[in-house]
């Protein structure tokens, strides 16, 4: 039983790293259509359109409650993509992340009991260099480095 139930957990990750590549290889394109500087609002609508196209369930600006004992916040906040209702992508164009950016998408991961989520810097001048991979209680071994599909690595 124990080995089942271990199974389905490496399944369940291979899922999401499956779709965490997909939403990666994604941004890659963007970036090197568009590059940095242009409106984090402009990123996220194209994007939420790429992961559409690829038939991934995509919600924008999805509003999150969150209570607290018995307090009730229908928007707690806001998630810049849900994508097929397991990994958060939190989106910036700012010149560089800060500790804050990561901590903040970690938070959501924990309100929303996901366990994978993405930070996404299009303002970064190489995609690479803004992309974190932010892990809610993946184990290690499901953890691989950030990668995407060696035709866009190379091109940025």
């Known amino acids: 039983m124990?080995?089942?139930?271990?199974?389905?957990?490496?399944?369940?990750?291979?899922?999401?790293?499956?779709?965490?590549g997909q939403i990666v290889d994604a941004a890659y394109r963007i970036h090197s259509r568009l590059g940095p500087g242009l409106l984090e609002s402009v990123y996220e609508t194209i994007l939420a359109r790429e992961l559409a196209q690829l038939n991934l369930k995509v919600e924008r600006q999805k509003p999150i409650p969150i209570e607290w004992d018995d307090l009730r916040f229908d928007e707690g906040f806001?998630?810049?993509?849900?994508?097929?209702?397991?990994?958060?992508?939190e989106l910036k164009s700012a010149?560089?992340?800060?500790?804050?950016?990561?901590?903040?998408?970690?938070?959501?991961?924990?309100?929303?009991?996901?366990?994978?989520?993405?930070?996404?810097?299009f303002g970064a001048p190489l995609i690479k260099d803004g992309i974190k991979r932010i892990a809610n209680n993946l184990s290690s071994s499901a953890s691989p480095q950030l990668c995407a599909s060696a035709s866009l690595r190379d091109t940025n």
């Open 2 to 20: 124990q080995t089942s139930r271990r199974d389905a957990e490496t399944q369940s990750e291979n899922a999401l790293n499956h779709i965490s």
């Open 78 to 89: 806001r998630a810049d993509l849900v994508v097929n209702d397991c990994i958060v992508v």
């Open 95 to 121: 010149e560089t992340l800060a500790p804050v950016h990561s901590k903040q998408l970690l938070t959501y991961l924990r309100l929303l009991d996901y366990r994978l989520g993405l930070l996404i810097n």
